[in-house]
Structures are given as structure tokens and as C-alpha cells.
């Protein structure tokens, strides 16, 4: 029996043992059932839902540590079953707002979000010399320039041996749709994909989304996310440009090693802002 099959039964269980009622219709997709529900003291709340996957393991775990500064708040968790109950947020995010400023308002949450990790996280570093192999091993094989793949290579290399590579909380997917509207803050972060790691890794995914809002300013669009990412957070400049770097080299490694027939414009579009970056 599938995940997909089983989560009928999973959320209906969750709902009877935690006493919650359904209070909206449910989103879901392959990976996660959000379903909005109200508590037994009449609290609004989403009852969360995940397949069981890596990148979800610790979750809650991340949450827990954040107490809801800058990030939804953590109501409840079950992490064998992949189980969260979290305060309701509006559904509205930061990609109506200029990416400029969003990306003033996500570099602001870097800063309270790269707390010391939790020590059960999965580490930066060891996802860095995975990185590093992997690389090698496809350098002539990737639809990108060699020059920029050995790049990629040396980079994760040097990383995965460097200590300040570990040890800071990151969320590794913050972007435009991970930040919701709230009412005891003004913006929420959501969905952490947590590792103990590096804040710098953390700017790539802010600037390859809403890429086509580049349109004819490629070069002048990324650097303006990119340092008000940098700027916001006082992140190092060189460090933020070397994770960028990598992160989207991995992307286009992943395309092509996930899809039968890879997506040519997103490749294009990783290597254009990887060439971009670092004009």
C-alpha cells in the first residue's frame, strides 16, 4: 500500500487522537496533505501531513528550535508519521511583492533563522562531498559548460572540507512561496527542509524562482536579489556566490539525472543565472 493510499486513514486517526475538526477543504500533492482544521479550544490550525522522505525528517525538530520566531509556530507533532499541526496563515506569500524587496524581507529572517543546529540534523558538509563525486563523475556529461561543472566540482570539494560548512541551522528551501501572510507577524516562513549547514547556502533557491521576471535584465536582476540577500543578512559576498554557484550546477545535475527527458529551458535558466552571478 502507497503513502497516497494510507493517508485517508493517517489523517482521519490524527484528527480523532489530537480533536480536531475539519474546518475548510484540503490541499494536497504527491508529497504533503494540508487540510485546515480547528482545534478543540476553537484555535485555527493546519494539520500537516508529509510522505515520508529525508528531507522532511526533522521537520518538527527545526520548528521546535525556531518557537516560532520569524516561522509558523508548531502546535503539535507526530514525527513517525510525518505529522504536524501548525498555526493557519493566510494563503497570500511574497511572489506578488518586487522580488527586491522580498528579498530584503528573506534576508532580514536569515538572521533569525541560522540559529545553532540541533545535533540529530543531517550535515551540510557530507551533502557537499556527495555533491563533489557525483560532479566529477558527469562533468562531460552535463548540458552545461565543463568549465562551470569542474567549477561547481572544486567548489563543493573545498566546502564539504571546511568547518564553518556545519553547524547553523538553515532551512535550504526558503523562496517567494515559503513566506505566508500571518497576523502576529507580518510574514511567516513555512515548509523548512532543515540541515545542520552554512547560512550562505541559503540565497540560490530566492534567486532562480520567478525567473522569467528577468526578462531583458538578467544580469542587473540577479545582482540586485543577490545583494540585497547578502546585504540584509551580512552574509559574505564570495561564500554566497560559491553556494549559489554550486546549488544551481546541482540543479541541472538533478534534471537530468531525475527526467528521461530533461526540462532544456530550466538548465538554461540554471546555467543563466550561474553565469549571471558571478559577471
Sequence with gaps: ?????RLADVARDLLEEWSLRPDGEPTHGNTALVLPVR???????????????????HEALALQAW???????LLRADPRRFALLLE?????????????????????????????????????SAQAARWASELGER?????APPR????????????????????????????????LRGDREEWLVIDPKPLSGDPH????????????????????????????????????????????????MVNVKGEVAENQTPDKEWITAMISVAKAVQD
Excluded at 518557537?67 to 509556530?73: D, E, I, L, P
Excluded at 493566510?90 to 534576508?107: K, M, N, P, R
Design 201 to 248: 547556502y541559503e540565497l540560490a533557491p530566492m534567486l532562480w524562482n520567478r525567473f522569467d521576471e528577468y526578462a531583458g535584465r538578467l544580469r542587473e536582476g540577479v545582482r540586485d536579489r543577490f545583494f540585497a540577500l547578502v546585504d540584509a543578512a551580512e552574509l559574505d559576498e564570495d561564500r554566497a556566490r560559491a553556494w549559489a554557484i554550486l546549488r544551481l
Design 1 to 5: 500500500m502507497t503513502w497516497l493510499d
Design 67 to 73: 518557537g516560532g520566531r520569524g516561522v509558523v509556530r
Design 88 to 124: 493557519r496563515l493566510h494563503t497570500e506569500d511574497l511572489s506578488e511583492v518586487w522580488d527586491v524587496q522580498a528579498c530584503e524581507i528573506v534576508g532580514g529572517f536569515y538572521r533569525q533563522l541560522h540559529v545553532a543546529a540541533p545535533p540529530q540534523l543531517r550535515t551540510l
Design 148 to 179: 562551470m561543472v569542474e567549477q561547481a566540482r572544486a567548489i563543493a570539494r573545498d566546502l564539504a572540507a571546511d568547518e564553518a560548512t556545519d553547524g547553523r541551522l538553515v532551512h535550504t528551501d526558503l523562496h517567494f512561496g515559503n513566506v
Design 139 to 143: 562533468t562531460r556529461r552535463l548540458p
Design 39 to 57: 482545534t478543540a479550544d476553537g484555535e485555527a490550525a493546519m494539520l500537516k501531513v508529509v510522505r515520508p522522505h529525508w528531507e522532511a525528517e
